[in-house]
């Protein structure tokens, strides 16, 4: 892959070290689908960190994995707060088992959010399902009426 040079992006990943990709802000934000502004924003809150080469910042196939975590705690409704928490943990324990009980505490208090969410969910369901029969008969009794009157 060519490497990065002052005024150029390069157009997939490139490499400098063996073995080890690297991207550009906006080379990362499209593979990702999201854009350069959402990956400086994780930045900003501490959740990744990239190399810089000059003024351009570098994003390593662990900058990448944190992004994907990222994007996928955030899609499952945890907070910036509960993933930086998890990502930490990744460097403090080496056997990731802290990680893992995290992600099993975070997960089990996520599901029992959205078991009760759901049976809220139902709930209204049903009251609106039966308001639409209510209305719908209604209706239908009203225009009988009316063919009835003009009969």
Do not use: C, W
């Given at each position: 892959?060519?490497?990065?040079?002052?005024?150029?992006?390069?157009?997939?990943?490139?490499?400098?070290?063996?073995?080890v990709a690297f991207n550009t802000v906006t080379q990362l934000?499209?593979?990702?689908?999201?854009?350069?502004?959402?990956?400086?924003?994780?930045?900003?809150?501490?959740?990744?960190?990239?190399?810089?080469?000059?003024?351009?910042?570098?994003?390593?196939?662990?900058?990448?994995?944190?992004?994907?975590?990222?994007?996928?705690?955030?899609?499952?409704?945890?907070?910036?707060?509960?993933?930086?928490?998890?990502?930490?943990?990744?460097n403090a324990d080496q056997t990731q088992a802290g990680q893992?009980?995290?992600?099993?505490?975070?997960?089990?208090?996520?599901?029992?959010?959205?078991?009760?969410?759901?049976?809220?969910?139902?709930?209204?369901?049903?009251?609106?399902?039966?308001?639409?029969?209510?209305?719908?008969?209604?209706?239908?009794?009203?225009?009988?009426?009316?063919?009835?009157?003009?009969?």
């Amino acid at each position: 892959m060519a490497p990065l040079s002052a005024g150029r992006q390069a157009e997939g990943p490139t490499e400098s070290r063996p073995g080890v990709a690297f991207n550009t802000v906006t080379q990362l934000a499209r593979e990702l689908g999201i854009t350069a502004r959402t990956i400086r924003f994780y930045e900003d809150k501490g959740l990744i960190s990239p190399e810089r080469a000059g003024s351009t910042r570098i994003y390593t196939a662990r900058d990448r994995g944190r992004m994907i975590l990222i994007l996928r705690g955030k899609r499952l409704g945890f907070t910036l707060r509960e993933i930086k928490d998890y990502l930490d943990l990744y460097n403090a324990d080496q056997t990731q088992a802290g990680q893992i009980r995290v992600l099993l505490a975070g997960v089990h208090k996520r599901l029992e959010m959205l078991r009760e969410q759901r049976r809220a969910l139902e709930t209204t369901i049903d009251e609106l399902e039966d308001i639409e029969r209510q209305a719908k008969d209604a209706l239908a009794l009203k225009v009988n009426e009316k063919i009835a009157q003009a009969g």
